[in-house]
């Protein structure tokens, strides 16, 4: 069983800059690909960002160059940079985690980022 706690959410301008981070409490933290979503107001959530447990990352398309994401496994965190936010990055932002040897999966509850001026 893992639990995720995420934090940094909350209002930012257009082209401003947040940092988020989900904390992992269990154990075995390095064996699970993490990963950001996003879910927008009557929208699907959507897959923002994944780095598997080899440090692999992939992003959607929509923000590529302007997010990064980054585990910390020592700390069991893994962090969502982003740069040149923009209104239509306004949404719910889950952690997700994906056990490689069970491929159990789990959610955060969620973090509200608001872009807005």
């Known amino acids: 069983q893992v639990q995720l706690v995420e934090s940094g959410g909350g209002l930012v301008q257009p082209g401003g800059s947040q940092r988020l981070s989900c904390a992992a409490s269990?154990?075995?933290?390095?064996?699970?690909?993490m990963a950001w979503y996003r879910q927008a107001p009557g929208k699907q959530r959507e897959l923002v960002a994944r780095?598997?447990?080899?440090?692999?990352?992939n992003y959607v398309d929509s923000v590529k160059g302007r997010f990064t994401i980054s585990r910390d496994n020592a700390e069991n965190t893994v962090y969502l940079q982003m740069n040149s936010l923009k209104p239509e990055d306004t949404a719910v932002y889950y952690c997700?985690?994906?056990?490689?040897?069970?491929?159990?999966?789990?959610w955060g509850q969620g973090t509200q980022v608001t872009v807005s001026s």
């Open positions: 997700n985690a994906l056990s490689t040897s069970t491929l159990a999966g789990y």
């Open positions: 269990g154990s075995f933290f390095s064996i699970y690909t």
């Open positions: 780095i598997t447990t080899k440090g692999i990352t």
